[in-house]
């Protein structure tokens, strides 16, 4: 009993000392952005005592050890004999991602111990010697993960709030009392008087309210992300020697921490592309008549059921002539084609696509803007570029809320009912009002309000040697855009939207393009939930018309 309650114990202090060192962190940030109050000061002193009693108490002697040295640097900043200049913030946040690696090795392995003697020789330096205020030194990133450190479980706790459960609990008592309600009538026989009717929609209502807190439980704001973005910009930015102002906007938006974790990655690609590809040198902006530092703004907002982050550089922004010339040259397009402006901007989220002329530590090395095009596909999102060549540059970001429940447009192909998200929608046609011609080299085609897209059979993708349960010309479409690009594509019918609860899919349907999650309708009938982005590759789409 007492073995389980200490492992409880430090289970408890590692969650804990997670959101001090997010804490940690945003101070540190705070102090490197000009904040010298007392009170910061000792809010970071503070969160470090916390951290160094705590630890003790639980029984990790060796990073409450670590932690005594921090807070021995922190007393002589508290008492004016260390400066908070720039090259010593650098050290204090590489402080917080020595400490940020410990606390995950202990997560996975409470005997684990990190090597802590390199930061902790720079630690004491600062003490031991007055050191220059200098700006955007390059400084050496954190020392990675050990190799041999094993992976923390995938199990995570949230904080939830008691006001939340409270609801959730009565409403779900409610709903025992009209099931009970309405068990009674099945047993009298009277499940078709205005009583039962009420009760079952007072349950349809109790419903929707359980699934939206439901929902909501796993709502987190995105404020630990954009804090993590602005430390990335920072880096970036010493390593490459810009002055740069990150600025955020949202932070209290709040989205589902499953599509919060997945989209850290792709956001971080764009901000460092941002800093390296996006914002000039000092010398270049001034030469363009442009301030010396750069500003990125990242913002946050929530339009109905989806999130929207856009990151916006005052850079550079994107030459269509340039992208052009270099697929050219890399044989991503022929010499011979036609791309509008649009069409130039979505090759750089082609495979191996890089204008940098130099390779780098942040970029150049073969990994590119596709890896953020795979991963907003993989959350059911969408990317939009916005630019303005020698202004600057806009990457916008559509994801869901929340990655188990979409609203879906059901359609029919064949004998089947399949779901797309209206998210991946741009609008439904019929064919019969529009002319399809055949291009040489590109298919069939048709004239969308001045705009010439593709035209692809959905049943041929999904059914391929299957016979095709119209001639096409009166058929229903829909209309969705691929890497800012409009595709259409034919299917058999249209049943309408739904609200959609995802489905995990078996093995042998696992890995299947196109279709990635599985669906109960409102019929009761078994759906698939399609990304028709799956079915689309830099060629087309492998079945036309």
Known sequence: MMDDFETEMKRTFLEEAQSLLDETEAAFMALD????????????????????????????????????????????????????????????????????????????????????????????????????????????????????????????NLKVSRKKLDALLNLIGELVVNQSIMA???????????????????????????????????????SPLFQKMKRIARDASQELGKTIQFVTVGE??????????????????????????????????????????????????????????????????????????????????????????????????????STKEQVTELSGRGVGMDVVQRAVDDLKGTIEIQTV????????????????????MVIGVADRKYIIPVTHLVETIEFRKYRIETTTGKGRMINLRGEVIPVYSLSAILNPGAIEANDGMHAPGVVTTHKGKKLSFRIDKIYGQQQIVLKKLGPEMQGIPGIVAGAILSSGEPGLVLNLNEFVTDKGVGHAV
């Open 184 to 222: 009674d009538h099945r047993t009298l026989g009277t499940l078709q008087n205005e009583h039962s009717a009420q009760t079952l929609r007072y349950m349809e209502k109790l419903v929707h309210e359980i699934q939206d807190i439901s929902m909501s439980l796993r709502m987190v704001p995105i």
């Open 389 to 408: 060549l020698g202004q600057g540059s806009t990457f916008v970001i559509s994801l869901p809320l929340s990655l188990s429940i979409l609203t879906g």
């Open 252 to 353: 209290h938006v709040e989205m589902d921490k499953i599509v919060l974790d997945k989209v850290s990655d792709p956001l971080t690609h764009l901000v460092r592309n941002a800093v390296d590809h996006g914002l000039e040198t000092a010398e270049e902006r001034q030469s363009a008549g442009k301030p010396a530092g750069g500003v990125i703004t990242l913002k946050a907002q929530q339009q109905e059921d989806r999130i929207l982050i856009s990151l916006t550089d005052n850079g550079r922004g994107l030459n269509p002539a340039k992208l052009i010339a270099k697929a050219v040259e890399k044989g991503l397009i022929s010499a011979e084609e036609k791309l509008s402006d649009q069409d130039a901007y979505s090759l750089i989220f082609r495979p191996g696509f």
């Open 33 to 156: 952005g000009g904040d010298k109050s007392i009170e910061l000061i000792n809010k970071i002193f503070r969160l470090a005592h916390n951290l160094k009693s705590s630890a003790k108490t639980v029984g990790f002697d060796s990073l409450s050890d670590f932690a005594h040295v921090f807070e021995d640097v922190l007393t002589k900043i508290k008492k004016g004999a260390i400066q908070t200049d720039p090259e010593v913030c650098t050290v204090l946040l590489r402080t917080g991602d020595h400490f940020k690696i410990f606390v995950g090795g202990l997560k996975a392995d409470s005997a684990f111990v990190h090597d802590t003697s390199g930061i902790i020789q720079e630690l004491k330096g600062l003490g031991n010697k007055p050191v220059a205020a200098t700006s955007a030194p390059a400084v050496a990133a954190a020392e990675p993960v050990p190799a041999a450190m094993p992976k923390a479980p995938e199990e995570e």
